[in-house]
């Protein structure tokens, strides 16, 4: 099996869609490992324009008589069993390089009339070499947003030369979407999706499904459209050059998905601290507007160096974790940076919720962990045998009770802790000594976890930025750890409160200290989960 790659891009390798062309063909050749590939960069190759003289169907046939590299590269292209064509769409056909070298064909065809028999034109020509098994694939980028419509005389051409319906196409648009680096998640889905129709080709014919995932929009029409008219980095109205980093910002905020829209109104300050230069993006129900000159209070404002939030949307540095080293500042409202995906994330996806591990089932609620615990103080504090045996019924119950929901190894061990007490409760008729261990028990379980790479509160709350993505955010997951100590340590304070306040009679003293704690460490974390990040971004933590 012999494939020719003819690459028609006057961009030689740095073609676009000469990067469609080789998944493609990365998915053939693994299913059909002893294909042999030869590529034509036409860039690089001396093919001179066709003469029109006929001398290769009459002086010399066969042969054309104009010296340079095109009889070499007419004999791959008569010998291959499979022509890959890639090449970029320039005024609606192929570019110039590639259609001199189409012309070049004649000499394949010898200089009689037939019949056309597919109805694309009033004649034809015989072939002079025996090419009916040969099969051709299209592959080709193009400029505007979509492929559609605008391949129509590319296909014209190929009915002509290859016969109508006999050669088989991935034409794409936003084709220069394949070298933003920023993009990338979804140019390579594309890619993959190029790699999936080659394989399928090998095997037969590229499947209905695959087609029509390849006929999806890279990026909707108008962010692809908006980023597209940025990326010039010329002024709309004067058609000047303008500069860089607020050509760069207009392609951010071409980014922003209005379907995270909150109901409130944003102003994302960019101030760039190498270059001096500050823009603002409108964060609006309608999309994103670009002040080139900041005339609105800011709700966010951002201070960095131009390189590194280049670096940071090109994903060669993690942007959280560039804030917890403090390599940029943030200010104003926080929670723009905590959704950062949700707003600027893949435009088209609108935020899906993280789910959770097992298929089918709800993300992990912290409240039913502090339910268990809830029920055993409160059975306890009855001090009655049916107020433990109802806690310790509850308990037992709670994971039937909570089928639909993940539950995690704190809600296991939260589970089995509180029944053993329970039972110890029930068997000693020792609710005093249960009631002592279990705030302790609570407290280490807290505090324990701080050894983990899961703190706690962070095997609960990672699903509402991100799920396991979120466990890599410095920032995040230090928030989590101060938190899970606090609690634990909280609760070893009380545990070690609690048999002395029991030994002075003062119980009641006792349940107020731990309502009143508990409430105002619920309150401290409420609000510490937010200040803190913001106090961290702020760059104050120093
Ligand atoms: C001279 C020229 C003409 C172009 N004409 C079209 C066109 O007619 N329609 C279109 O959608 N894109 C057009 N484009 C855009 C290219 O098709 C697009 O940039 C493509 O992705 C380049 O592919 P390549 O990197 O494989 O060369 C044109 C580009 C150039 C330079």
Redesign the pocket.
């Known amino acids: 099996m012999n494939i020719l790659l003819i690459n028609g891009?006057?961009?030689g390798r740095?073609?676009?869609?000469?990067r469609l062309a080789e998944a493609f063909l990365e998915g053939y050749t693994s299913a059909v490992p002893e294909a042999k590939i030869e590529q034509i960069d036409l860039k690089g190759k001396r093919v001179e324009p066709c003469r029109g003289c006929f001398g290769c169907w009459c002086k010399t046939p066969g042969r054309c008589i104009i010296d340079d590299d095109m009889p070499e590269l007419l004999e791959k292209r008569i010998r291959a069993d499979l022509v890959v064509w890639s090449?970029?769409?320039?005024?609606?056909n192929v570019p110039g390089p590639l259609k001199n070298f189409i012309d070049r064909q004649l000499p394949m065809a010898l200089p009689f009339m037939a019949e056309n028999t597919d109805g694309t034109g009033s004649g034809s020509h015989p072939m002079r070499y025996d090419m009916e098994g040969q099969h051709h694939v299209l592959i080709s980028?193009?400029?505007?947003y979509s492929a559609e419509k605008?391949y129509d005389s590319v296909c014209s051409m190929f009915d002509h030369f290859c016969g109508k319906g006999k050669y088989e196409t991935i034409f794409c648009?936003q084709?220069?979407l394949f070298h933003v680096k920023e993009l990338s998640q979804r140019t390579d889905e594309y890619l993959s999706l190029c790699r999936r129709a080659g394989q399928e080709f090998a095997a037969d014919r590229i499947s209905a499904e695959t087609k029509a995932e390849l006929a999806r929009l890279l990026l909707p029409k108008q962010v692809f459209e908006t980023m597209a008219d940025a990326s010039w980095g010329v002024d709309r109205e004067t058609g000047e050059k303008e500069s860089g980093a607020l050509s760069f910002t207009r392609q951010m905020a071409a980014l922003y998905n209005k379907a995270s829209y909150d109901g409130q109104d944003r102003v994302l300050e960019m101030h760039y601290t190498d270059l001096g230069e500050t823009y603002q993006i409108l964060l609006e129900r309608e999309g994103s507007r670009v002040l080139p000159r900041p005339e609105k209070p800011f709700t966010t404002r951002i201070e960095t160096p131009f390189t590194l939030w280049q670096q940071i949307a090109a994903g060669e540095i993690r942007g959280d974790a560039a804030l917890m080293e403090q390599k940029y500042r943030v200010k104003g409202d926080f929670s723009l940076m905590i959704h950062w995906d949700r707003f600027f994330g893949s435009a088209e996806a609108k935020e899906e919720p993280v789910r959770a591990e097992k298929p089918g089932k709800k993300p992990p609620q912290l409240l039913f962990l502090l339910l268990s615990w809830m029920a055993l103080w409160i059975g306890l504090s009855i001090a009655s045998p049916a107020g433990v045996a109802a806690a310790l019924a509850f308990i037992l119950l709670l994971p039937v009770l909570t089928i639909r929901f993940e539950r995690t190894v704190y809600d296991t061990l939260s589970s089995a802790i509180t029944a053993l007490l329970c039972g110890l409760a029930l068997f000693t008729g020792k609710t005093g000594l249960a009631l002592c261990l279990s705030y302790p028990a609570f407290g280490l379980l807290w505090l324990l976890s701080c050894c983990t790479r899961e703190p706690l509160c962070a095997a609960y709350v990672k699903y509402g930025y991100g799920g396991d993505r979120a466990l890599s955010n410095p920032i995040f997951m230090r928030t989590n750890y101060i938190l899970a100590a606090g609690w634990g340590i909280l609760y070893l304070l009380i545990g070690a409160a609690m048999p002395l306040l029991q030994r002075a009679g003062r119980m009641g003293l006792g349940q107020i200290l731990i309502y009143g704690l508990t409430a105002l460490m619920g309150l401290f974390t409420a609000w510490f989960q937010n200040w803190y990040p913001a106090h961290v971004a702020r760059g104050t933590d120093r």
């Open positions: 891009s006057p961009k740095a073609s676009n869609s000469l090449f970029p769409l320039y005024f609606f980028t193009c400029g505007f605008n648009g084709g220069e």
